[in-house]
């Protein structure tokens, strides 16, 4: 029996998925954690280490890293890459448009690791709330996802302060990923 058969199985047993959670610095990703978790979001500062929260989802159990996107830190990202099943990358629709250039670097850089290779990614469209946010379709342009070839993605339009879709996305990335580690139909 091969190593990554013994390790499915060990998977299988208590149902453990692993999600980190990336972007730009202040794209919304505590607050989405936050949020998804049902934790006060009205005071929330910019995230210079990591925040890890465990939660039952769907009767999995999800281990969440949520890693702070300042320019700084972002050389630390690959330390949170081992087995990591699933990747949410998460965009400010409304942010200004010199970062999205920025934004799509970082994330068809992150692609090309190895140790994220197969992982499950969902692109948060954060902030759609705010006037002037660019639609789903306008940031899938911009960040040029056709082009991924490499994983399974999903570009989902949110707001983490209203919670609006923030489950649809959780679905499809738990989802897609089940369907990969536990062979589920």
Not at 155 to 166: Q, W
Request: proline share 2%; with cysteine.
């Amino acid at each position: 029996m091969g190593l990554l058969t013994v390790l499915k199985k060990l998977k299988q047993k208590e149902k453990e998925i692993r999600i980190l959670i990336l972007g730009l610095d202040n794209a919304g990703k505590t607050t989405i954690l936050k949020r998804i978790n049902g934790e006060d979001i009205s005071t929330i500062s910019p995230t210079l280490g990591f925040n890890i929260k465990t939660l039952d989802y769907n009767g999995y159990k999800l281990n969440i890293w949520d890693v702070g996107g300042q320019k700084s830190i972002r050389s630390y990202w690959r330390n949170y890459f081992e087995q990591t099943d699933g990747l949410v990358w998460v965009v400010d629709s409304a942010d200004r448009p010199d970062r999205f250039a920025d934004c799509k670097a970082e994330l068809h850089s992150l692609l090309t690791e190895e140790r994220l290779a197969g992982a499950s990614l969902l692109i948060f469209a954060n902030k759609q709330d705010l006037p002037g946010a660019l639609s789903s379709e306008e940031i899938a342009k911009l960040l040029d996802l056709k082009a991924i070839q490499t994983h399974h993605w999903q570009i989902v339009g949110c707001s983490a302060v209203t919670g609006d879709n923030l489950l649809t996305g959780m679905d499809w990335v738990v989802t897609d990923i089940s369907k990969r580690i536990y062979m589920l139909d």
